[in-house]
């Protein structure tokens, strides 16, 4: 991932990252082999800039870190789910575009 403002979110931080952060949190589930994964990227990244600052937007590779997937019941990728103070907001599944996830963020935010 070359975007910095792209959070790498794993079965370690997870917990802390997402569950404790005091800021909205957009999580994508995907991984490398996934098509649609891979085109929805751009989007996620354009996310990352918009939201700089005032929520965490990131990733977690569902082969990497299978705990998180099987917690949250991830059996279609790509999986987009949006947290706010630990609970979970939202939840789209496959491809969604770029106005749809942030207005499902500017939601959470308040």
Do not use: H, R, Y
């Not at 949250?72 to 496959?94: A, E, H, R, W």
Request: charged share 20%; hydrophobic share 45%; net charge neutral.
């Amino acid at each position: 991932m070359a975007n910095a403002n792209v959070k790498v979110f794993t079965d370690g931080n997870f917990q802390d990252e997402v569950l404790k952060s005091e800021v909205p949190v957009l999580v994508d589930f995907w991984a490398e082999w996934c098509g649609p994964c891979k085109a929805l990227g751009p989007t996620i990244d354009q996310l990352a800039d918009q939201f700089a600052g005032k929520a965490k937007i990131g990733k977690v590779d569902i082969d990497t870190n299978q705990n998180i997937a099987v917690q949250f019941g991830i059996q279609s990728i790509p999986t987009i789910m949006i947290f706010k103070g630990g609970q979970l907001k939202q939840k789209f599944v496959g491809m969604q575009s770029k106005q749809v996830l942030a207005t499902a963020m500017e939601a959470a935010a308040v």
